[in-house]
């Protein structure tokens, strides 16, 4: 039995480090997924698999095994009452320079870290977010990929110190809001739910493409295009969602002020019976 | 006496690994300078430490001990005849998710490459590019520093395998000439130096500014400004220039066949007899 205390993962072995000449050091050559894991279990596990493989298929990384990760989450995990799983993947080490060499063996980092001490209220009262200064840049060839090119949202979350500010939200540099530097954004207008557009830049989250299933699911009307920061203001509903947080309702924006509403309540209960999601 | 081979030192020490929590492998939280080594010394070595401890600052990295890593430098490039010398400093292990830590202790990195094996032809006769089709995304916050998120860079240099394209170069999403994928580009036109604003992307290369400054003391016309890609056609002279490579003349960019021209051999001369930039 597995008595000895396993938190990283590095290509199946317990290591606490990786080659300095992992691309994903060098250059943030690879992709990362974040999960809930609940009495053992990584939630959404096969969503976030696929949305992994989507990502390395688009940066040209090989695929990884999926049985193989599943093995070496369930090792990390399994005596994990609440925890967080984090899945790198990087292209490995190889290539010369920034060309990347179609025999780099990819780099499989799992790691598992303490639920975060979010108040329990988060969920229920909402939290308060600001918008961010940093504007993002477009590259539709990087858009919807989790990937570890990160500076925008270091840079972001470096803007406040405020821990009652939650969470912090971004535009493009064209003035589109986009996400949180840790979370999707969606807006609810009347009874319709409204998510931003990510085909030029941004992360697309896991839960933000099941709300839209379970939204359609339910009859809900909801829109993806672009976003203005004027209709963020004009919203009747705002919240932040992924893996780990579920659904935050959004009560404040700088000094903006909003309630947490009834489509939000009802994706709320939507997401958190929805099966393999528990929470 | 050090008789072992040291290719890599972190933080001081002989090492090939570093931490997994490390923000430079999660975020690609960090900087990088790349270092002719001639003779056993890196050269131009103030200006890279330079621009080294500029890129921390505008990341909010706390600053490097420069006489450390001179003593670290030396100690692993001494025996060199010819390498390169590659400089990585993270932010370190630390921080709750993307925020960044004040108390992050930055981790160094030094690697020493062989000397590539271009042809020696490359400076005298000149070398084939390719214009790519990856756009680059703006972001000021971050242009001009030569940060570790690198995918764009990957993503263009994975656009071609012809050993004979010797570099691919990079436009903008407004379709402005930026730069290469490891160097940056000048045009000539006339006889006034022309290189592209990098003030929304882009890498801002040690040569590229030790040029400007060589022209101007030689009463060369110089003009840093947006350039577009049909000026690039149009040009008299084209050439590359990065620490390792010098400056490469371009002699033909896709179907376009350009001369190795007098300005650009010119500036060859300025830059080899320039006082610690031996080749």
New interface residues.
């Given amino acids: 039995m597995n008595e000895t205390p396993r938190h990283?993962l590095?290509n199946g072995a317990v290591?606490?480090?990786?080659?300095?000449?992992?691309?994903?050091?060098?250059?943030?050559?690879g992709v990362?997924e974040t999960l809930a894991v609940i009495n053992g279990v990584p939630q959404l596990w096969a969503r976030h698999i696929a949305r992994l493989q989507e990502g390395c298929a688009r940066?040209?990384i090989t695929p990884v095994d999926a049985t193989l990760l599943a093995e070496e989450a369930q090792q990390l995990c399994t005596a994990a009452d609440r925890a967080v799983l984090k899945i790198?993947i990087?292209?490995g080490s190889g290539g010369r320079?920034?060309?990347?060499d179609v025999s780099c063996a990819p780099t499989r980092?799992l790691?598992r870290h303490p639920w975060p001490d979010y108040p329990p209220g988060c969920a229920t009262d909402g939290v308060a977010v600001r918008l961010c200064r940093?504007?993002?840049?477009?590259?539709p060839?990087?858009a919807g990929i989790k990937?570890?090119?990160?500076?925008?949202?270091?840079?972001?979350?470096?803007e406040w110190d405020d821990p009652d500010i939650r969470e912090g939200l971004l535009q493009d540099?064209d003035g589109n809001l986009i996400e949180g530097?840790?979370s999707n954004v969606c807006l609810v207008q009347g009874q319709q739910l409204l998510m931003p557009d990510l085909m030029r830049?941004g992360v697309a989250g896991v839960i933000r493409a099941l709300l839209l299933e379970l939204a359609a699911a339910q009859g809900i009307a909801a829109a993806v295009r672009d976003v203005t920061v004027n209709e963020l203001a004009m919203a009747d509903e705002v919240f932040l969602c992924n893996s780990v947080i579920g659904i935050w309702p959004v009560v404040r924006i700088d000094d903006h002020d909003y309630l947490p509403g009834q489509l939000t309540q009802q994706l709320q209960g939507l997401l958190y019976s929805y099966p393999g999601n528990e929470h």
Same sequence: chains 1, 2.
């Fill in positions: 990283t590095v290591a606490d480090t990786v080659a300095v000449t992992d691309r994903g050091l060098l250059y943030g050559d990362f940066l040209g790198i990087t292209r320079g920034y060309r990347p980092i790691q940093l504007r993002m840049g477009h590259n060839l990087l990937h570890l090119n990160r500076l925008e949202q270091v840079l972001a979350r470096g540099q530097t840790m830049c």
